[in-house]
């Protein structure tokens, strides 16, 4: 099979597929651990602090951003007047070749008797950074004498979040790509290390180089990148969010003044909260538990914030834009999204994540989230029109298909789990209970594939699709049985 490279991103790739061998021990160990256990130590290179991570910050910095604006499409307007220019609203400068790197065709019309629309599909790498005192040579003056690691307000350093995020007009779908910061990738120029580390190598532009490579050479037209700050305000900004925590979660890192307390079940979250929610890493499943839990965040901001009471919070919005984002995108492009976002349906809204699996223990000199090449290509080409799809497994057999029961039913679950093996999905098992009450069941296409995601509803004969991660790690499908399982209609 061949692909077709749609962007201008080109860097050396390590032949017949295989791993370049590690650059450095200081690359790879000091970026962090996808399992809690793992500490990494304070090492500089290349003229900077390779930061110390003594802490758990994990969080969804853009994505808050971009979704949590594009609430209401009457924002846009107002979006606009905040500039006289299409100059984009960039902190940082590039060179002609950093600037080479993202696609320079327009996205947005130019006409101006309406407001700016998107011309054509768009890949936009969203990035977030937590940067401590102890990260950074360029410590503010106010926090010099800080007597733990206090925040900066800086977008240079590791990112906690990368997300490749498609805006289609052409299928009306958003498509969320998440990619694990502890993914072992080639990193241009710098060998192999954890992909987070690009950033504080090279900023955006090495950042966009190194996940265009691990993407199968797919081209990135923009970036946007925003720190911790930037979260806490905008959710406060926004009002806050409804969420359902999903269990007690409690953690306390005096070196960081970094405290977690929350309960479980359905509450409604400030920027502090919710930030401990995202930060929270203490549980089987690490970073990659955290971006599950980013999902269902997204998800809620989704589904609740149309409100109209948004519009009185725009000035607030707009001030959290402007302090703390660094883009090339222009204020135009950016209306442009802004009015696409805000009228695409939750359901072609679709979360996914770069397939793989945990490094064994002893395996490398740190643990990574090694990424499936094979499955990468089928994700791209199924939700980001790029490359071509695999040879696909139509046999029921083989899908691995996990049971999450809700309904506090355990027979009633034993009995869908018959039904579905009956119709011939032998790989079926009944996994940990989903701990909040669902009216309607949640078929969750874990890895991406919509196909069988839509013959299990079949089977089924009820539930609702929805494409992220937010199932069991081992499935391809994960059911989520909600009290629309009792009215099913059963078989003759």
């Not at 492009?333 to 397939?355: D, F, K």
Request: proline share 5%; with cysteine; glycine share 8%.
């Amino acid at each position: 099979m061949r692909t077709v490279r749609k962007g201008p991103i080109s860097s050396k790739k390590a032949p017949n597929g295989q791993r370049p061998a590690v650059r450095s021990n200081v690359q790879a160990s000091a970026q962090g651990s996808a399992r809690p256990a793992m500490r990494a130590t304070s090492t500089r290179t290349h003229g900077k602090p390779l930061p110390r991570k003594t802490g758990n910050g994990r969080f969804t910095w853009l994505f808050f951003c971009l979704t949590g604006i594009a609430l209401l499409s009457a924002t846009a307007g107002a979006l606009l007047a905040v500039s006289l220019s299409s100059t984009p609203l960039m902190q940082r400068k590039l060179s002609s070749t950093e600037a080479s790197i993202f696609n320079k065709s327009g996205i947005a019309s130019q006409n101006s008797l309406k407001m700016p629309g998107l011309t054509r599909p768009v890949n936009i790498l969203l990035l977030g950074t937590k940067v401590l005192t102890t990260d950074t040579n360029n410590v503010p003056s106010h926090l010099k004498d800080a007597k733990y690691q206090a925040l900066v307000n800086s977008n240079e350093g590791l990112t906690d979040t990368m997300l490749l995020i498609r805006f289609n007009p052409e299928n009306k779908k958003v498509s969320v790509l998440s990619i694990p910061r502890d993914t072992r990738s080639a990193i241009p120029g710098h060998g192999v290390a954890k992909i987070n580390s690009a950033n504080l190598f090279g900023g955006p532009p090495l950042a966009a180089r190194s996940a265009s490579e691990l993407l199968g050479g797919v081209g990135i037209d923009r970036y946007i990148s925003m720190n911790v700050q930037g979260v806490e305000a905008l959710v406060n900004a926004l009002g806050g969010v409804t969420v359902h925590v999903p269990k007690d979660m409690k953690y306390q890192d005096d070196s960081q003044h970094l405290y977690i307390n929350l309960k479980a079940g359905r509450q409604h979250l400030d920027g502090t909260k919710t930030l401990q929610l995202l930060r929270f890493r203490q549980d089987a499943y690490g970073d990659i538990g955290r971006i599950q839990r980013q999902q269902m965040v997204m998800r809620a901001i989704m589904e609740q914030a149309l409100n109209p009471a948004t519009i009185t919070r725009l000035p607030s919005i707009l001030s959290v834009i402007q302090s703390h984002i660094d883009t090339n995108l222009s204020v135009e492009e950016i209306v442009a999204l802004v009015g696409y976002a805000a009228q695409t349906n939750r359901s072609n809204t679709q979360m996914l994540m770069v397939p793989g699996e945990f490094s064994n223990p002893g395996e490398f000199d740190a643990s990574y989230w090694l990424p499936s090449q094979r499955r990468i290509q089928d994700v791209m080409a199924r939700h980001f029109d790029f490359g071509d799809l695999g040879a696909e497994d139509a046999s029921t057999r083989s899908l691995r298909v996990t049971l999450q029961d809700s309904t506090k039913k355990p027979e009633h679950a034993q009995s869908i789990l018959q039904s579905l093996r009956k119709s011939g999905y032998e790989n079926t098992d009944v996994g940990q209970p989903w701990n909040e009450s669902l009216s309607v069941t949640r078929i969750v296409a874990q890895q991406g594939d919509t196909k069988s995601a839509e013959a299990v509803r079949e089977a089924l004969g009820f539930g609702e699709i929805r494409i992220e991660n937010t199932g069991d790690l081992g499935s391809d499908v994960t059911i989520q049985l909600g009290k629309d399982s009792f009215q099913r209609k059963r078989k003759p």
